[in-house]
């Protein structure tokens, strides 16, 4: 399987006087799962739905390789969307699907082994209004791979869902990934798609605040490292042949972007007698709150 890119570009969508989404701008490309985060109002969902072609943007575009998905012959085919959905309660999950088939060429048949590449064949003929929320997002999401997609769009698919389920999710989407599909999903945690991600899109008030890898990610929540020597001469020597470092009293260094690993060598090198050596620094979290919560 071969996913097409996903670019949006300079995408603006405003309702009435509220800016939902301001010249957005991010890809997510194929064989890799890009989440999409941002807090609660944050405008994942209008820039999913611009994506696909739910939204008119108010500016910008949005494309699945090479087009919109309004010009594409059968969008089913190259894309299976996960939204926050609406379900007939009275209906059963096989007919549910069988409802949605005809609309993306799909038979019977290919409703069951949706079920069943999600784990719901036993609940094929269960009314959906006695799902737990765990079971509607599976069944959201057989209904996206009715048309054998080669790219998922799936909007807090994790949401409601418990450990277990988390783990099937992140299991079922990796898996996709690497067969060469593109997993395009929003999450307003990043503790939640951690384990999941590759690439990592962060926006805040309707903009985009950071787009890298997660492993890049990861790598802005530099630890700082404080060294504690009873050695004032050496200290000072070796805080003035290091930039970055600094002398915070006698006794005292911080070294900014450095481990303890990297710290503890320093002085070992510089024979340096060492009384305490602690790291300091961000976790993932708190990088994440930091990027939502800075000024514009
Ligand atoms: N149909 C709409 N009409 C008016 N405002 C909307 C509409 N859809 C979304 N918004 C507003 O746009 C902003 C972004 O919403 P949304 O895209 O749903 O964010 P998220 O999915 O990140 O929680 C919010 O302020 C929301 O109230
Ligand atoms: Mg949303």
């Given at each position: 399987?071969e996913?097409?890119r996903?670019?949006?570009?300079?995408?603006?969508?405003?309702?009435?006087?509220?800016?939902?989404?301001?010249?957005?701008?991010?890809?997510?490309?194929?064989?890799?799962?890009?989440?999409?985060?941002g807090?609660?109002?944050?405008?994942?969902?209008t820039?999913?739905?611009?994506l696909?072609?739910?939204?008119?943007?108010?500016?910008?575009?949005?494309?699945?390789?090479?087009h919109?998905?309004?010009?594409?012959?059968?969008?089913?085919a190259?894309?299976?969307?996960?939204?926050?959905?609406?379900?007939h309660?009275?209906?059963?999950a096989r007919?549910?699907l069988?409802?949605?088939?005809?609309?993306?060429?799909a038979?019977?048949?290919?409703?069951?082994?949706?079920?069943?590449?999600?784990?719901?064949?036993?609940?094929?003929?269960?009314?959906?209004?006695?799902?737990?929320?765990?079971?509607?997002?599976?069944?959201?999401?057989?209904?996206a791979?009715?048309?054998e997609?080669?790219?998922?769009?799936?909007?807090?698919?994790?949401?409601?869902?418990?450990?277990?389920?988390?783990?099937?999710m992140r299991?079922?989407?990796?898996?996709?990934?690497?067969?060469?599909?593109?997993?395009?999903?929003s999450?307003?945690?990043?503790?939640e798609?951690?384990?999941?991600?590759?690439?990592?899109?962060?926006?805040?008030?309707?903009?985009?605040?950071?787009?890298?890898?997660?492993?890049?990610?990861?790598?802005?929540?530099?630890?700082?490292?404080?060294?504690?020597?009873?050695?004032?001469?050496?200290?000072?020597?070796?805080?003035?042949?290091?930039?970055g470092?600094?002398l915070?009293?006698?006794?005292?260094?911080?070294?900014?972007?450095?481990?303890a690993a990297?710290?503890?060598?320093?002085?070992?090198?510089?024979?340096?007698?060492?009384?305490?050596?602690?790291?300091?620094?961000?976790?993932?979290?708190?990088?994440?709150?930091?990027l939502?919560?800075?000024a514009?």
């Amino acid at each position: 399987m071969e996913g097409p890119r996903i670019a949006i570009a300079g995408l603006t969508k405003r309702f009435g006087t509220v800016t939902a989404v301001e010249d957005v701008s991010f890809a997510a490309e194929p064989g890799r799962v890009t989440g999409f985060l941002g807090p609660n109002g944050a405008g994942k969902s209008t820039t999913l739905r611009a994506l696909l072609g739910l939204v008119a943007p108010t500016a910008g575009s949005a494309r699945i390789g090479d087009h919109a998905y309004a010009e594409l012959e059968r969008p089913a085919a190259v894309v299976g969307a996960l939204l926050e959905g609406a379900f007939h309660p009275g209906r059963t999950a096989r007919a549910h699907l069988r409802t949605v088939a005809p609309l993306v060429d799909a038979d019977d048949a290919r409703c069951d082994d949706a079920l069943a590449m999600v784990g719901m064949s036993d609940a094929a003929n269960r009314r959906v209004g006695g799902f737990s929320m765990g079971m509607r997002q599976r069944l959201g999401l057989a209904t996206a791979l009715l048309g054998e997609p080669t790219a998922l769009v799936l909007d807090e698919p994790a949401n409601g869902l418990d450990p277990a389920g988390i783990t099937w999710m992140r299991g079922f989407v990796r898996d996709f990934a690497a067969r060469g599909g593109t997993v395009l999903l929003s999450s307003h945690l990043l503790g939640e798609v951690e384990q999941t991600v590759d690439d990592v899109v962060v926006i805040a008030q309707g903009r985009i605040r950071h787009a890298s890898s997660l492993a890049e990610l990861r790598r802005l929540a530099h630890p700082a490292t404080t060294l504690v020597s009873p050695d004032a001469d050496r200290l000072a020597r070796l805080a003035d042949d290091w930039p970055g470092s600094r002398l915070t009293s006698p006794h005292e260094l911080v070294v900014a972007h450095a481990d303890a690993a990297e710290v503890g060598a320093r002085a070992f090198a510089a024979g340096l007698e060492v009384h305490g050596l602690a790291e300091s620094g961000e976790t993932l979290e708190q990088v994440f709150l930091r990027l939502t919560e800075e000024a514009a």
